[in-house]
């Protein structure tokens, strides 16, 4: 089982903070985005556009599925992958830490300018409606929320660490 899966909306730093705490605890990192994109042999954004949102989600479930069951490290989501019911019944016992984040810090480190296929058209209303939509799914799924907003990332790793009892 892994030691922490990371959840969030784009933005709140599971990539970063995951690297970081995966160096903390001495384990592996793992992020199902980068799973998606060997498989598919391009990025997220082009599977999108050149496959749909549908089959990116399949493979994003495949992804999340064989993550939980093989990686015992460190593991981050892409921000949906908590959408499926399937996939969120495999959260379940996970040490699930969600990374909130407001839409201030969430547009800044996202960049209006970046490739994030769901942000298309008005990124910043997009990113809004987005992590309005999750949040209840994240808070659901959580054993432990962490606050992002304005905070250095050694800092929320340090309490991700201690949160789940590192």
Do not use: C, W
């Amino acid at each position: 089982m892994s030691r922490a899966v990371l959840i969030g909306p784009p933005g709140s730093g599971k990539s970063t903070l995951g690297r970081l705490l995966a160096d903390k605890l001495g384990v592996g990192y793992r992020d199902t985005d980068a799973d998606v994109e060997a498989v598919a042999g391009k990025p997220v954004s082009d599977i999108f556009i050149e496959d749909g949102e549908e089959r990116f989600r399949e493979l994003e479930f495949a992804a999340v599925r064989a993550a939980l069951a093989e990686h015992d490290g460190v593991l981050s989501l892409g921000g949906g992958a908590i959408l499926r019911e399937d996939a969120q019944e495999l959260l379940a016992g996970h040490p699930v830490v969600y990374l909130q984040v407001g839409l201030t810090d969430a547009v800044q480190r996202v960049g209006l300018a970046s490739a994030r296929p769901l942000l298309v058209l008005n990124p910043r209303s997009q990113l809004k409606k987005l992590m309005e939509a999750r949040r209840p799914i994240y808070e659901r799924l959580a054993v432990l929320t962490v606050a992002t907003d304005g905070r250095e990332p050694a800092e929320l790793v340090e309490e991700i660490a201690k949160g789940l009892g590192a």
